[in-house]
């Protein structure tokens, strides 16, 4: 049975592509048949990293068969993984999140979690000397997710490693990390053909803080102009997608990559509190609020949020 490589719901670039790279390595350094899935639509940067690099989208599943064996990458986090995870055989869980809790194996595995900005910078140093065997394609994609986690180097969650990992790979596919990113940013501000939910749950995590339960939705851009002028219409869309999610409310940061800062949007009351006492600021009768130098949810965002 081949061993399900995959990442969190609502994939993003490093949950995208560093199940391709490890179930590559699987399969041509430790003969481990695997294969790459996805547990829903790439977005649209994504998208693009399979189209630049010519990788095939995995397919994608909803659900793991119980005794499934399974490698699981970029979280660890049950309420971001299929219902009835714990029923499957995991083998190994490589991510660079806080542990959560709450997964289950039926025996000893191998756990990385390492402080380092990108799922597939871990998976580079796991490698070691076989690193150098990956085809292009596949350097290509790791290059990709590296830059998507540390917005071109610019989030607080970047290393020496990260960058020196990313930088040796562009020296060897010859690529200009600014133009490269520069492109990556831009398929990422594309949104126009997604609706108002798709938005809100396309770059989102779960999180619990005073007895409140969230849906914590990031959006990445090169043009936050673009999404600020589907406010109206985002606001009023989250009600709606708080109660499909069994969750309080949405909390939305529009990041803006270029300008390093995030507009939180503020429809009510409650979302008014958890801007105020999580980033130190005062929203007044505004339903935005800018927040300078808030790039990153792992070490910004959630971490900070309070009610």
Same mark, same amino acid.
């Given at each position: 049975?081949?061993?399900?490589?995959?990442?969190?719901?609502?994939?993003?670039?490093?949950?995208?592509?560093?199940?391709?790279?490890?179930?590559?390595?699987?399969?041509?350094?430790?003969?481990?048949?695997?294969?790459?899935?996805?547990?829903?639509?790439?977005?649209?940067?994504?998208?693009?990293?399979?189209?630049?690099?010519?990788?095939?989208?995995?397919?994608?599943?909803?659900?793991?068969?119980?005794?499934?064996?399974?490698?699981?990458?970029?979280?660890?986090?049950?309420?971001?993984?299929?219902?009835?995870?714990?029923?499957?055989? %995991? =083998?190994?869980?490589?991510?660079?999140?806080? $542990?959560?809790?709450? !997964? @289950?194996?039926?025996? *000893?595995? /191998?756990?990385?979690?390492?402080?380092?900005?990108?799922?597939?910078?871990?998976?580079?140093?796991?490698?070691?000397?076989?690193?150098?065997?990956?085809?292009?394609? %596949? =350097?290509?994609?790791?290059?990709?997710?590296? $830059?998507?986690?540390? !917005? @071109?180097?610019?989030? *607080?969650? /970047?290393?020496?490693?990260?960058?020196?990992?990313?930088?040796?790979?562009?020296?060897?596919?010859?690529?200009?990390?600014?133009?490269?990113?520069?492109?990556?940013?831009?398929?990422?501000?594309?949104?126009?053909?997604?609706?108002?939910?798709? !938005?809100?749950?396309?770059?989102?995590?779960?999180?619990?803080?005073?007895?409140?339960?969230?849906?914590?939705?990031?959006?990445?851009?090169?043009?936050?102009?673009?999404?600020?002028?589907?406010?109206?219409?985002?606001?009023?869309?989250?009600?709606?997608?708080?109660?499909?999610?069994?969750?309080?409310?949405?909390?939305?940061?529009?990041?803006?990559?270029?300008?390093?800062?995030?507009?939180?949007?503020?429809?009510?009351?409650?979302?008014?509190?958890?801007?105020?006492?999580?980033?130190?600021?005062?929203?007044?009768?505004?339903?935005?609020?800018?927040?300078?130098?808030?790039?990153?949810?792992?070490?910004?965002?959630?971490?900070?949020?309070?009610?």
């Amino acid at each position: 049975m081949n061993t399900l490589v995959f990442g969190h719901k609502s994939p993003d670039t490093d949950s995208t592509g560093s199940p391709i790279i490890w179930a590559w390595y699987l399969n041509n350094v430790t003969d481990c048949e695997a294969e790459p899935v996805l547990l829903g639509e790439p977005n649209t940067e994504a998208a693009f990293m399979l189209d630049r690099w010519n990788l095939p989208k995995p397919r994608i599943i909803d659900s793991v068969a119980a005794g499934t064996p399974v490698v699981i990458v970029d979280t660890n986090n049950p309420a971001e993984l299929p219902e009835g995870i714990n029923d499957a055989d %995991i =083998k190994a869980i490589i991510d660079h999140h806080k $542990l959560v809790g709450g !997964l @289950e194996t039926k025996g *000893p595995i /191998t756990i990385t979690i390492r402080p380092l900005a990108c799922t597939a910078t871990i998976m580079y140093k796991a490698m070691g000397p076989d690193a150098a065997r990956m085809p292009e394609a %596949i =350097k290509g994609a790791m290059l990709s997710c590296i $830059l998507s986690d540390t !917005l @071109e180097f610019r989030s *607080p969650t /970047t290393t020496d490693t990260d960058r020196a990992v990313a930088e040796k790979l562009a020296e060897e596919l010859g690529i200009d990390i600014p133009s490269y990113a520069a492109e990556m940013f831009a398929a990422k501000s594309d949104v126009s053909e997604f609706s108002d939910a798709e !938005l809100l749950r396309m770059d989102s995590k779960e999180y619990e803080v005073g007895g409140k339960s969230f849906r914590v939705s990031v959006l990445e851009t090169t043009s936050p102009e673009t999404v600020l002028a589907r406010k109206a219409s985002l606001m009023a869309s989250m009600p709606a997608v708080a109660a499909e999610d069994g969750v309080d409310q949405v909390l939305l940061f529009i990041v803006d990559i270029l300008r390093e800062q995030s507009t939180m949007l503020i429809p009510n009351e409650l979302t008014r509190q958890v801007a105020e006492k999580s980033f130190a600021t005062v929203c007044g009768d505004s339903d935005t609020v800018v927040l300078p130098g808030v790039v990153s949810r792992k070490k910004q965002i959630i971490p900070n949020l309070a009610l």
